[in-house]
């Protein structure tokens, strides 16, 4: 557990809105610092291709069943799109949330045009959201691509979202992402680790990266690069597509103890499941992430045995 006098208030934090982000903070980080993140923002990123179809639980093309997984499961946070939150909100309270403040679909490849991701709201309206429903909305979330044309309006996006969230005491997770025509490989360790560094001068709180990858290379070693370039900003993992769930705890676990990342976000591997496979997955992935489980306790948390 960490100490709230260890907790370095960013100075964009006014007066009025620290104790709001203090409280969000360690909320969000369940009192560790660590963040395990339960994305739930594919309906728009991957329409449904990620919740339809071979190898796919037919329960996960009812978008409930991200709520169902989010409100049984040990989680820290369930990032998703407002208008998800505001539509099955209403029955599950007790879950925290994280509302993804931007999203594209995936039908334009880069082939065709650099991706490109605008803003949909604005804090005010998050603010006045979370005011007017009760519900725990404890930060906001936005995603750049690095490399793209349009990134110079992401980044001022970006950098204007983290100020306003900040000045309400809410806290910041910047998915960035190196992609575009310009960027020869997406999983280059060094280009990763440049995201990190922009999210920090950005001022946001956590960075979700994708792991990188070089022949020859272990990837958990790789992405230390990342994780120190990140500074004060925290550094969690994207999960990737769905695979073998020990695997996926033991990649997991060498990204904290071996890399040093502060967490994971995952999506398709958690809800792709029957909904009782994926509570019993995001609980092993707590265990690690929050508890410093070992993967074999873990695992057998999650097989039930």
């Known amino acids: ?50 919740f339809f179809g071979e190898g796919i639980d037919p329960d996960d093309n009812d978008p409930e069943h991200l709520f169902r997984i989010a409100a049984s ?20 309270p007790s879950v925290p949330y994280l509302v993804k403040l931007n999203s594209k679909t995936n039908l334009i490849k880069t082939k065709q045009a650099d991706p ?23 930060g906001v979330g936005y995603t750049i691509y690095l490399g793209s044309d349009d990134e110079g309006e992401m980044l001022s996006q970006a950098a204007r979202l983290v100020f306003q969230a900040h000045q309400a005491g ?72 769905s695979t073998d769930a020990r695997l996926f705890l033991q990649r997991i676990y060498d990204q904290i103890h071996i890399s040093g990342a502060a967490g994971n976000a995952t999506g398709r591997n958690i809800h792709q499941r029957p909904l009782d496979e994926a509570i019993r997955l995001c609980n092993a992935i707590y265990a690690i992430t929050m508890d410093n489980a070992s993967v074999d306790w873990a695992y057998r948390l999650y097989t039930g045995e």
């Not at 260890?6 to 969000?28: F, G, H, M, T």
């Not at 949909?120 to 725990?136: A, K």
Request: proline content about 4%.
């Open 116 to 138: 490109f991701s605008p803003q949909w709201m604005d804090i005010p309206q998050v603010v006045e959201f979370m005011e007017s429903s009760r519900l725990n909305i404890l």
């Open 170 to 241: 809410l806290v910041t997770v910047l998915w960035i992402y190196p992609r575009g025509r310009a960027v020869g490989d997406e999983k280059d360790p060094h280009l990763i680790a440049g995201a990190a560094g922009m999210a920090l001068t950005l001022g946001s709180d956590f960075v979700k990266l994708n792991y990188p990858a070089r022949e020859g290379h272990d990837s958990a070693e790789l992405f230390r690069e990342a994780v120190q370039a990140a500074g004060r900003t925290k550094v969690v993992c994207a999960g990737g597509e």
């Open 73 to 92: 499961s040990n989680i820290g946070v369930f990032a998703t799109q407002l208008g998800l939150i505001a539509r099955y909100g209403m029955d599950y």
């Open 1 to 50: 557990m960490i100490e709230n006098e260890n907790i370095k208030i960013p100075l964009d934090v006014p007066a009025k809105s620290r104790n709001r982000y203090l409280d969000n903070y360690l909320r969000i980080t369940r009192g560790r610092g660590r963040m395990m993140l339960f994305a739930g923002d594919q309906k728009a990123e991957h329409l449904n291709d990620d």
